[in-house]
């Protein structure tokens, strides 16, 4: 706690009773008050929307913001509306008749301060105190990981259905991250913790099961049982098997070969959110560590108990039997890895296999995969392979598709992307079946790319553009300022990246671009997939995996931008600016 040091703001007789007088002390706006015959000062800002308080009114102790009515104890600063904060309270000393304030450490704890405020903001969701606490928070240079636990473990233990888009937003946004500016960090820890906010909001809190009270089963067991209770929808009781496993001290890659396998176990869980949501609790707790595990991979077992499973529909049985002919490949597997060990995959086999993976035969994609194992692909091959041919999708969906068929070729990525990561945290047998269950949806969005929309690098226009790296990115942003315009945007990024710009200034012009508008749960997937693997492909697959996202990003804008507003109300108020004064450079009619 630094020593105060108090500075001389008046004389006692000049302040009289009931009144707010404005104040400055060493550059602080402060309202000094007198209730009760004591004097007292707090900051001149309200905390709600930043207007002075010594234009409010002091009533039976109580202070009164008069702009939106937010109440405050004049002794303590404690607001009576939590919507509005409390308003800090400086120490004051009187001598020999004279008014003496002091401000200088008054913002000691402040980050402890705002930690407790973020949590009451998503337990009221109110995003303007939510965009306040990740604003101030980042100020005070606060550990970026207690600001997404904080978040991330309202949302474990605040929503009954358990893991949901608003824990996928926010870890999808801690994971980006580095890749944003300064103020683009902030509001996307807000923006997670809005969406996480909004979907607990009126949930009641989970039930926490405990694990079994023995450590004498080996997590061999412990994975059939999970998978059996997984597969006859009984939550409770995989809950309680998995919560067994972490007390038994199983390592994060088992834990994640035991939900993988379980989810694997039927085709295309919901779509390909079961195995994003899966991917994304385990970047969390590599986020917030593996000691809160038994608080984050619960929330997984009921949508993993409840979800769909994509063989009973309609379109993987007719008109061509893709169901039987995947059972019948599953059995061989054993055989084809045995098969492929020891061989090296050709360094030209992924460029034909992703040729064959966007073709219209699914019979001849079930063979490439089967005889691609057999020719020694290795698994992150085989699922870094199918994420770069859905990313190729994306790249190509045609602008004539109906703006809702985006979210086919998005499921199909990101539910790629979280299979490539999960195979490098936990390579099985059984996470295998994932690549030809996810290489189905590859084959079924073959429509949207007739026609394909033509790739960038043959476009006549590309080349036409500027080669000045901020006309490209200005260019970018204004681009989704306007609806439609997905193929200039799509240009604009490639021709970027192909005149050997800074990749990370491209980077945070997507992150700006999304984090402006009021974004749909896809768009943040989108954002998150696309910068991972453009960071683990080859510079030409990582430019189509960007000019996808930027695509995708163009044709969801531009929105009203209230989340943005909002956050930007917080900034200014940070900054200190009086939101209620009049702006003399603002053009008025004569």
Known sequence: MASVEYVSCGRVDDIPEGSLQAANVQGRAVALLKSDGRIRAVDNRCPHMGYPMSEGTLTNGIVICDWHHARFDAASGCTFDPWADDVAVFP???????????????????????????????????????????????????????????????????????????????????????????????????????HVSRE??????????????????????????????????????????????????????????????????????????????????????????????????????????????????????????????????????????????????????????????LGDDPIAIIEELKGAIGAGAEITQLTQTLAYAASLRIAQFHTKN??????????????????????????????????????????????????????????????????????LLTGLLALSDAQGEVDAAGTHAYRYMSLGHRRERLLQTLGKSLLREDGEFHSYQMLEAAFTQADELDEERARVALVAATRYLAAHAPTLRALGQTATLAMRLHRGEQLSADDPDEGVDA
């Open 200 to 357: 607990t909001s009126g949930s009641a809190p989970r039930i926490a099961l405990d694990p079994l009270d023995t450590e004498e089963h080996s997590i061999a067991r412990l994975k059939e049982w999970f998978r059996y209770f997984i597969e006859v929808r009984n939550a409770d009781g995989a809950e309680r098997t998995v919560l067994t496993a972490i007390r038994q001290g199983a390592t994060p890659a088992e834990v994640c070969d035991m939900m993988v396998a379980a989810a694997t176990d039927h085709f295309f869980r919901d779509g390909g959110h079961t195995l994003d949501f899966v991917n994304k609790a385990f970047e969390l707790l590599e986020i917030l560590g593996w000691n809160k595990a038994d608080e984050v991979l619960p929330t997984l077992v009921a949508g993993l108990a409840s979800s769909s499973r994509s063989e009973e529909q309609n379109r993987w049985q007719s008109p061509i039997d893709i169901v039987s002919a995947l059972d019948e490949t599953f059995e061989e597997l054993d055989h084809l890895v045995a098969a492929g060990a020891g061989r090296e995959w050709p360094t030209d086999a992924s460029e034909v296999l992703t040729k064959t993976l």
């Open 402 to 471: 109906e703006l809702g068929d985006w979210i086919a070729v998005l499921h199909t990525y990101t539910a790629a992307n979280a299979l490539h990561q999960c195979a490098k945290r936990a390579p099985s047998t059984e996470l295998l079946r994932g690549v030809f269950h996810g290489a189905m949806p590859v084959y079924f969005d073959r429509w949207f790319n007739r026609p394909a929309a033509r790739l960038p690098v043959h476009r006549r226009e590309t080349a036409a553009l500027s080669d000045d790296a901020d006309t």
């Open 92 to 194: 004051v000393d009187i001598r020999d008749g004279e008014v003496f304030v002091g401000v200088n450490g008054a913002d000691d704890g402040r980050a402890a301060h705002w930690q407790r405020r973020l949590h009451e903001g998503m337990e009221q969701n109110i995003p303007l105190i939510i965009a306040k606490g990740a604003i101030a928070l980042q100020a005070a240079e606060a550990p970026t990981r207690d600001t997404v636990e904080t978040g991330a473990l309202y949302g474990t233990r605040f929503r009954r259905a358990g893991w949901g888009s608003g824990l996928t937003i926010l870890t999808a946004m801690a994971r980006v991250l580095d890749d944003l500016d300064d103020t683009e960090q902030a509001l996307g820890l807000y923006q997670g913790m809005v």
